[in-house]
């Protein structure tokens, strides 16, 4: 069973949503392509080619990157109901080297940690990640497991699954 949550209209209430890891923020296009009504409150980059591409897809956000997701002061953010985290995948991924994400290693990937401050400061209602199906192998499937724990304990319920985006008409199989 897929549910949707469609708002329909610009009466109704906007999703304010943020964005960390962004990129050209595929996330916001999900949100376009379900004709979800929403907000950018913000979002989080630091690539230089994927802040140009963002703000060619999206320039009327081009002003709310809050740059390193280390950096923010989530005090001076506005609130936001859904929280988008596609951290550093390659600690995780096969084709990397697979050097993790425990807390406090310093990989990319433990770059999730940073999250977790971004959820206890705003306790958005709403949280998505998306990483490689790595995250959840025998390798390091306890981080993750800690991971939800953490979540768990914030009081957010956790549903997961891997997907493989060529099942979403993406040309991609992985």
């Not at 979002?43 to 956000?61: C, G, T």
């Not at 990157?65 to 390659?90: A, E, M, R």
């Amino acid at each position: 069973m897929i549910e949707h949550l469609y708002l329909k209209s610009e009466s109704m209430a906007k999703l304010r949503v943020f964005t960390s890891f962004s990129g050209y923020d595929s996330q916001c296009m999900a949100l376009d392509r379900l004709g979800i009504y929403y907000e950018l409150t913000g979002w989080s980059e630091i690539d230089r080619y994927a802040i140009q591409a963002h703000n060619a897809v999206y320039p009327q956000w081009s002003d709310r990157n809050y740059g390193d997701i280390c950096n923010i002061d989530w005090k001076d953010v506005p609130d936001f109901d859904l929280f988008t985290y596609s951290s550093p995948c390659q600690d995780f991924s096969a084709a990397g080297l697979q050097k993790g994400g425990r807390k406090g290693s310093g990989t990319r990937s433990s770059l999730l940690w940073e999250c977790e401050r971004a959820i206890e400061a705003k306790r958005p209602k709403y949280l998505l990640m998306e990483n490689v199906a790595a995250l959840v192998s025998s390798k390091f499937i306890k981080l993750f497991n800690k991971w939800q724990n953490t979540l768990e304990n914030y009081g957010y319920t956790n549903y997961a699954k891997v997907l493989n985006a060529k099942d979403y008409g993406v040309p991609q199989n992985r």
